[in-house]
């Protein structure tokens, strides 16, 4: 999910809070495109395997995304629906965490309280071998057509 319309850094500054609805499909299921609100707050907290963090990419586009791994001198994250990680960001980008999702049927998701996604982190590596595998197997398709 990602942004480029507003200054969410101010609003978090001033406001010590930032509510909005998403553009994107990076983090689908969890959260959908136009649909649900949701609910940043400052990270006031080292950051930690599994929360969903915005930060601000180098094109300068605000991006929601799940932390897959902290190491000491970066953070590895990606949207739960993508097949790819983002490139490593440092703490110091890290400009919010996403503290509540308000479903479109009324539902709230308190992420603090929300089960740990293992499965959704877990299966980012299976999703990701297995794009690679379907982009090989076209390619030797392809290459096996043409001969013919």
Do not use: C, W
């Not at 809070?17 to 495109?33: D, R």
């Not at 490593?88 to 509540?100: A, M, N, V, Y």
Request: glycine share 4%; charged share 35%.
């Amino acid at each position: 999910m990602s942004s480029k319309n507003s200054d969410f850094e101010t609003i978090l500054k001033e406001d010590g809070v930032l509510t909005f609805t998403n553009v994107g499909y990076s983090m689908y299921p969890l959260i959908e495109q136009h649909k649900d609100i949701l609910t940043i707050v400052p990270l006031e907290r080292e950051p930690k395997r599994y929360d969903v963090v915005l930060y601000k990419d180098k094109e300068h586009h605000y991006v929601l995304h799940r932390i897959l791994k902290v190491k000491k001198d970066k953070i590895i994250l990606a949207g739960d629906h993508n097949h790819f990680k983002d490139k490593p960001i440092q703490r110091e980008e890290i400009l919010g965490i996403l503290k509540s999702i308000h479903k479109a049927d009324g539902r709230v998701i308190e992420m603090e309280k929300e089960k740990k996604p293992f499965f959704k982190v877990h299966f980012f590596y299976l999703k990701a071998f297995g794009y690679l595998l379907v982009r090989v197997s076209k390619r030797i398709f392809h290459k096996h057509e043409k001969a013919k």
